[in-house]
T-cell receptor
Framework: DGGITQSPKYLFRKEGQNVTLSCEQNLNHDAMYWYRQDPGQGLRLIYY???????QKGDIAEGYSVSREKKESFPLTVTSAQKNPTAFYLCASSTSGGATEQFFGPGTRLTVL | GQQVMQIPQYQHVQEGEDFTTYCNSS?????IQWYKQRPGGHPVFLIQLVKSGEVKKQKRLTFQFGEAKKNSSLHITATQTTDVGTYFCAFGGSSYKLIFGSGTRLLVRP
């Protein structure tokens, strides 16, 4: 089955710890994205990548970092510099950027204690 | 930067009633997409509109793109409990990213 996987589904961390969220896709998509969603809110773009070894900051990149070493993978690290990291994190991919349909993974719910 | 205003923020309807959510932009949009997110789930693509005045239907859902390409609407006829969720509009920005509206949360009373 083709799709996007994110792991883990739920993640708990202590304040001050860095944590890396996994995102893998087997759709052969060039573009990948990370969004943050807070309760009752919309989607805010953290980082996006149009192609391997290239990525751009989104609207709320501070306190986050990414890498894109392989086409299939786009991990997100939530660093200790992120002031309020507890949120629902969604990864998405698309064949190309902009106007094309985005496919979302199931999300990771991160709770920082 | 570019953004869209989505209204209403919430809508609570009786099962069988109709529902409409609106997406408005101050600038002309090249395209608009609609997504549905079930409670606890992830957004799922519903449709994309590209042409001025375009109307598309999916069973009980009707999507419209305004003549000036500055607004769009999603109308659900005779809502069912399975329609519960948050509906987002989104459009392709000037770069590679997709810009999402704030969403309309639909609650349906059985």
């Amino acid at each position: 089955d083709g799709g996007i996987t994110q792991s883990p589904k739920y993640l708990f961390r202590k304040e001050g710890q860095n944590v890396t969220l996994s995102c893998e896709q087997n759709l052969n998509h060039d573009a990948m994205y990370w969004y943050r969603q807070d309760p009752g809110q919309g989607l805010r773009l953290i980082y996006y990548s149009q192609i391997v070894n290239d990525f751009q900051k989104g609207d709320i990149a501070e306190g986050y970092s990414v890498s894109r070493e392989k086409k299939e993978s786009f991990p997100l690290t939530v660093t200790s510099a992120q002031k309020n990291p507890t949120a629902f994190y969604l990864c998405a991919s698309s064949t190309s950027g902009g106007a094309t349909e985005q496919f979302f993974g199931p999300g990771t719910r991160l709770t920082v204690l | 930067g570019q953004q869209v205003m989505q209204i209403p923020q919430y809508q609570h309807v009786q099962e069988g009633e109709d529902f409409t959510t609106y997406c408005n932009s101050s600038t002309t949009l090249s395209n608009i997409q609609w997504y549905k997110q079930r409670p606890g789930g992830h957004p799922v693509f519903l449709i994309q509109l590209v042409k001025s005045g375009e109307v598309k239907k999916q069973k009980r859902l009707t999507f419209q793109f305004g003549e000036a390409k500055k607004n769009s609407s999603l109308h659900i006829t005779a809502t069912q409990t399975t329609d519960v969720g948050t509906y987002f509009c989104a459009f392709g920005g000037s770069s590679y990213k997709l810009i999402f509206g704030s969403g309309t949360r639909l609650l349906v009373r059985p």
